[in-house]
């Protein structure tokens, strides 16, 4: 009787089959963790210029009559071909200064960042952009003698 040596052709097309389907795996998971780093690096400069933008208001804050400061402020950063559209809402907080005889002036400042995410090549329309809007935002209180 002879022994044969070797895998059968179903033995091998069954192994291939499995290393196939890992590898695919492991792309599939690099490609997923390559998107979410990019995407936390866009949120993460979206902070940035928010951050910016609200540092230059509350800097121009003091040579303005805080009292008479209300509504919103918006306009737009560039950064390696990607606009970032910021918007500043300035709203007075009410505060019961009954017991405390000096009065506190405070507004509260919220940052609304926008821009549109993913590959900085591709066009703004259909499905070629890979996130689409992204958003971010952030506030702070300043009362009258405060700085940033």
């Given at each position: 009787m002879l022994r044969r040596k070797?895998?059968?052709?179903i033995e091998l097309m069954i192994a291939v089959a499995i290393m196939a389907s890992a590898i695919i795996l492991?792309?599939?998971?690099?490609?997923?963790?390559?998107k979410a780093t990019q995407k936390s690096a866009d949120l993460t400069t979206g902070i940035i210029v928010g951050e910016f933008a609200l540092q230059g208001y509350v800097q121009g804050i003091f040579d303005r009559n805080f009292?008479?400061?209300?509504?919103n402020i918006?306009?737009?950063?560039t950064l390696n071909n990607t606009i970032y559209t910021y918007q500043i809402d300035v709203t007075?907080?009410?505060?019961?200064n009954s017991k405390a005889?000096?009065?506190?002036?405070?507004?509260?400042?919220?940052?609304?960042?926008s821009w549109w995410g993913?590959?900085?090549?591709?066009?703004r329309t259909g499905d070629e952009v890979s996130f689409g809007m992204l958003k971010t935002s952030l506030s702070r209180m300043v009362y009258r003698n405060s700085r940033y």
């Open positions: 070797g895998f059968s052709l492991v792309v599939s998971v690099l490609v997923a963790g390559m009292d008479t400061l209300i509504g918006s306009g737009t950063y007075d907080i009410d505060i019961d005889p000096p009065v506190v002036k405070m507004k509260n400042l919220l940052v609304t960042v993913g590959d900085s090549g591709a066009t």
